[in-house]
């Protein structure tokens, strides 16, 4: 069964420096990755996902993340944070595409400090 | 990628009622999912929804609890039943869109006095 991990419960970062959000996951085979945010009050939105392929994702808002094999992990990357990011965020990782369900990591809550 | 209408957004329920929350979705899709998020934490999958087939549900949610109906491929609902204040969640629904991931529905915010 597959499982994630997210170390870091909450990240504080200054508006304009960069993010690194950190994700290991466990699974046996190929994993499917995903991130996604949810700002108060609001259900979840998908920033990226990895399938197969390059393992450098981009995904919407200048997010990207990095899948390594050798370190089982999936790390979310922003050069410079807005204030508008401050938000949870979620990795997940799943069997594939088609069917299979979505474990979830604790989440991470980014705070922006001005 | 899809489009889903979750309603209601949030209710204050009594304890020993039941609430039906809807999952409405602007294509079709084979399988549905339905998320618990207890306050503070993350998402646990209650069960998957085949279109006329039974639900399956995963370790520690029964169908007694969360009973799901999946009448066609665009629409679910799930019951929460018989609710005690350990209920209040927020409930999500989710739709596979293969290579596209995965859609979730806005929530519903459940709290249960």
């Known amino acids: 069964a597959q499982s994630v991990t997210q170390p870091d419960i909450h990240i504080t970062v200054s508006e304009g420096a960069s993010l690194e959000l950190r994700c290991n996951y466990s699974y046996g085979a190929t994993p499917y990755l995903f991130w996604y945010v949810q700002s108060p009050g609001q259900g979840l939105q998908l920033l990226l996902k990895?399938?197969?392929?390059?393992?450098l994702v981009q995904g919407i808002k200048g997010f990207e993340a990095e899948f390594k094999r050798s370190q089982s992990s999936f790390n979310l990357r922003k050069p410079s944070v807005h204030w508008s990011d401050a938000a949870e965020y979620f990795c997940a990782v799943g069997a594939g595409p088609f069917g299979n369900k979505l474990v979830f990591g604790a989440g991470t809550i980014l705070r922006v400090k001005s | 990628s899809a489009v889903i209408s979750q309603k209601p957004s949030r209710d204050i329920c009594q304890r020993g009622t039941s609430l039906t929350i809807q999952c409405q979705v602007d294509?079709?899709?084979?399988?549905m999912f339905w998320y618990r998020q207890q306050p503070g934490q993350s998402l646990t999958l209650i069960a998957t929804a085949n279109q006329g087939s039974e639900a399956t549900y995963e370790s520690g949610f029964v169908i007694d609890k969360f009973p799901i109906s999946r009448p066609n491929l665009t629409f679910s609902t799930l019951t929460v039943s018989n609710m005690s204040p350990e209920d209040s969640s927020i409930y999500l629904c989710?739709?596979?869109?293969?290579?596209?991931?995965?859609?979730f529905g806005s929530g519903t915010r459940l709290t249960v006095v």
């Open positions: 294509s079709q899709v084979t399988m």
């Open positions: 989710s739709v596979d869109q293969g290579e596209y991931g995965y859609t």
């Open positions: 990895y399938f197969s392929g390059d393992t």
